[in-house]
């Protein structure tokens, strides 16, 4: 009973690491001594499985509070910079912090590159006199009814040839396909997310410098215009597709973009030729309101193989050129009726 209490007392005093080793090596004394005993290596693990199992519960308690550790920080962590990002405090606080590390790592490079980790696959499709051949025999843009997802893809998206869907807005809401000038109006001037919004390669024949001082000029305009622009910012394009809809007949493999593009015409009778710039496989322009005359021209190395195109989109319709070489660009204008407008959307297939 005293060599019990004085050997309690010696482990008591052991450190941690010590403590280990004595239990070690108690362990391995008593294996050895099972098997001079004639212990099979099956009756030596049945002894042993009370042990194993207490061992088993105390690694999985200790995996346990590691992984609720670890998902409380990333919890912490997106919190905090979701705050950071979202609030404008928080995005001087990561610029400036970014300006003070910069002389440590030049992170500038990462920040103008388009991708974070280069796809080896990937190759960077620059316009040959190859690709001219493609659109050697596409003079005109077919007209047609109730396309199917089938048919468009064997009929237009394998052979690049253009198309109008004269029904391409039978399935939109009415709200869609009754809209004016004043109604886009009302809504981008109650609607937040038009607030305040910077758009991109903006043109017009008024003497207005953005978006917001022409919605809040246009009822008092007495003149014929034009305008057009490119809602460029995210949550603006987004907030624009309350106007328009994903087209019925387009597959599933093809991706609208979310930025598009703005067009605006109103009792103009000069011929303003507005390019829609893009650089997408597909472009597609829908016809809100009136009607406009697209121009398709072939780039300045296909001029020889291609020939430009045009014609009349009417309102309802669809226009879908199919772009995949990079060979076209689009132009339109709309004609001298009383409203005109017209949205391009960006487009992509996999």
């Not at 979701?82 to 606080?93: E, I, K």
């Not at 974070?116 to 047609?144: A, G, H, M, W």
């Not at 493999?253 to 009792?267: G, P």
Request: charge should be negative.
């Amino acid at each position: 009973m005293l060599e019990e209490e004085t050997l309690s007392e010696s482990f008591a005093k052991m450190s941690l690491q010590d403590k280990l080793d004595y239990v070690d090596h108690e362990i391995r004394l008593l294996h050895q001594f099972c098997k001079q005993t004639g212990y099979s290596a099956h009756k030596i693990n049945e002894f042993a499985e009370p042990f194993v199992v207490e061992c088993k519960k105390g690694q999985r308690k200790y995996s346990f509070r590691i992984l609720s550790l670890m998902t409380c920080i990333v919890v912490l962590f997106g919190i905090v910079s979701y705050a950071l990002v979202s609030h404008p405090f928080g995005q001087a606080l990561i610029r400036i912090t970014a300006i003070q590390f910069y002389p440590l790592y030049e992170w500038m490079q990462i920040h103008n590159n388009d991708c974070l980790v280069k796809n080896p696959l990937f190759v960077d499709q620059y316009l040959t006199e190859e690709d001219c051949q493609l659109c050697s025999d596409i003079t005109d843009v077919k007209r047609i009814s109730d396309l199917t997802e089938v048919q468009f893809v064997a009929e237009f998206m394998k052979t690049g040839q253009h198309v109008i869907v004269k029904d391409g807005m039978r399935d939109w809401l009415e709200s869609m396909t009754s809209l004016t000038i004043g109604k886009i109006k009302d809504i981008y001037q109650k609607d937040p997310a038009f607030f305040d919004s910077e758009p991109c390669d903006l043109s017009t024949n008024l003497p207005y410098q953005d978006v917001d001082e022409f919605m809040e000029e246009e009822h008092k305009i007495k003149q014929g215009y034009y305008i057009s622009w490119t809602n460029c910012v995210k949550q603006t394009a987004k907030a624009m597709r309350r106007f328009y809809k994903r087209p019925y007949f387009l597959p599933s493999s093809v991706e609208m973009f979310e930025q598009n593009f703005i067009y605006f015409s109103k009792k103009y009778k000069h011929k303003e030729i507005v390019e829609f710039k893009t650089e997408t496989a597909i472009i597609i322009l829908l016809q809100l309101k009136g009607r406009s005359t697209f121009n398709l021209f072939p780039e300045d190395l296909c001029n020889t193989s291609c020939i430009p195109i045009q014609d009349t989109l009417n309102e309802g319709q669809i226009l879908i050129a199919m772009n995949t070489h990079k060979v076209w660009t689009l132009d339109i204008q709309g004609t001298d009726g009383e409203e005109n407008i017209a949205i391009g959307i960006e487009g992509n297939f996999n």
